[in-house]
C-alpha cells in the first residue's frame, strides 16, 4: 500500500469492526469518509485490495451492504484465499478500497419484493432503507446461511429444512401477495435468479432488476472479464453497465450455460 496516493474514489480506509456473525461469514465496517458514503448507491459495490502483498493480483469486489456516516458496511463470506485473507485484517488496519462502482437500483416509488439466494442477499439492508420493502424471501442452504434484515418481513426457504420452509427460495414465490407488489429486487447465482425470474408473473418482469456477481478482474471496465450475455445479442459488463440490471436486458440462456 506503501506509495499510492488517496483519492476520493481510491484510498486506504481503516476497518472499525470485524465481526464474524455466521460461521464463515464477516460483516466489516470501513471508515470510507463522508464523500465515498455519501455518493454510494443502493445495489452498488467495491473493490477491496484483501493483502498489501502480491497475492491475490486482483481486488475482490463486494456489495455495499450498508452505509452509516462516514463508514459502509461490507458483509462477506469466506470461499476462497482472498475471503479468507480479508477475513484476517485486524481491526484498526487498512485496506485499499476503489468505489463506489457500478451502478444502483433504480429506486422506483410503490411496493418491493426482495428475492435473495445465501450471500446474494448481502446489499439488502442498503436498499430497504430506501425502498418500500414489503416482503423478502430469502434461499440459503441452511439456517447459518440466512441472511436476515431487520424490520422486514420474511419468508425463508432452507435446503436442509433447518429455518423456514424445505426447499428453494423459489418455492415461496407462489405465496407472494402480488397485489401489494409494484417492483422485484433478485440477486443470488445465476439459475436461482433465472429460476425466479420464471416464476414472478409476466407483467412485473419489466419492473424487476437483478444483481449480478460475475466474477471480475479490474471492477471498472477495463479487462472485459466479468461479460454477461445480452437479451438480443452482444453482451453487457457487470462492472460498469451492472451490477444491477433489468431482469429482460439479459440472455439468460445463454447466461446460465456459461456459468
Ligand atoms: C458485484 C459483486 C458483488 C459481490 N458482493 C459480494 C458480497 O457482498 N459478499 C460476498 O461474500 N461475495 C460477494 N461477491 C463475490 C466475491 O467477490 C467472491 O466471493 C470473492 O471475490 C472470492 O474471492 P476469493 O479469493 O476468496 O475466492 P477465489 O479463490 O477467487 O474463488 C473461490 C471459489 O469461489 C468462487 N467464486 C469466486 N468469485 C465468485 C463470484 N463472483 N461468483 C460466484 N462464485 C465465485 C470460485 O469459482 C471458487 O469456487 C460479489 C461479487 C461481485 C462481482
Ligand atoms: S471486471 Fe474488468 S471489465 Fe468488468
Known amino acids: ?14 476497518v472499525t469492526s470485524k465481526e464474524e456473525f455466521l460461521p464463515g461469514v464477516f ?12 455518493q454510494s448507491k443502493p445495489g452498488q459495490f467495491i473493490q477491496v485490495e484483501v493483502s498489501p502483498g502480491p497475492f491475490p493480483v486482483t481486488r475482490r469486489p463486494f ?7 462516514s463508514s459502509i458496511e461490507i458483509v462477506f463470506e469466506t470461499v476462497g484465499r482472498g475471503t ?17 462502482l457500478g451502478s444502483g437500483y433504480e429506486l422506483n416509488t410503490g411496493g418491493w419484493l426482495l428475492v435473495g439466494g445465501g450471500l446474494g442477499a448481502a446489499g439488502f439492508p442498503d436498499l430497504v432503507s430506501f425502498v418500500d420493502c414489503r416482503l423478502l424471501l430469502l434461499g440459503a442452504s441452511s439456517e447459518d446461511r440466512l441472511l436476515l434484515v431487520p424490520g422486514v418481513p420474511v419468508m425463508s ?6 429455518s423456514g420452509r424445505k426447499g428453494m427460495v423459489t418455492d415461496l414465490i407462489e405465496s407472494v401477495p402480488w397485489d401489494s407488489v409494484n417492483n422485484i429486487a433478485v440477486c443470488g447465482p445465476v439459475a436461482m435468479m433465472k429460476a425466479v425470474i420464471q416464476k414472478i ?27 454477461i450475455p445480452k437479451a438480443g445479442g452482444g453482451y453487457l459488463k457487470c462492472c460498469t453497465d451492472g451490477p444491477v440490471f433489468p431482469a429482460d ?11
Open 63 to 69: 456489495t455495499i451492504s450498508r452505509t452509516h456516516g
Open 1 to 14: 500500500m506503501v506509495g499510492k496516493k488517496n483519492n476520493e474514489v481510491d484510498r486506504d480506509v481503516v
Open 157 to 162: 426457504a432452507t435446503e436442509d429444512g433447518s
Open 84 to 100: 479468507v485473507l480479508l477475513s484476517e485484517v485486524e481491526t484498526g488496519s487498512t485496506v485499499r478500497v476503489l468505489g463506489p
Open 27 to 38: 460483516r466489516m465496517c470501513l471508515e470510507t469518509g463522508e464523500y465515498f458514503s455519501s
Open 201 to 227: 408473473p409476466v407483467e412485473l418482469i419489466s419492473s424487476t432488476q437483478i444483481s449480478s456477481e460475475a466474477r471480475m478482474g479490474c471492477g471498472w471496465g477495463a479487462c472485459e472479464g466479468c461479460s
Open 249 to 259: 436486458s439479459i440472455d439468460w440462456e445463454r447466461w446460465e450455460g456459461i456459468h
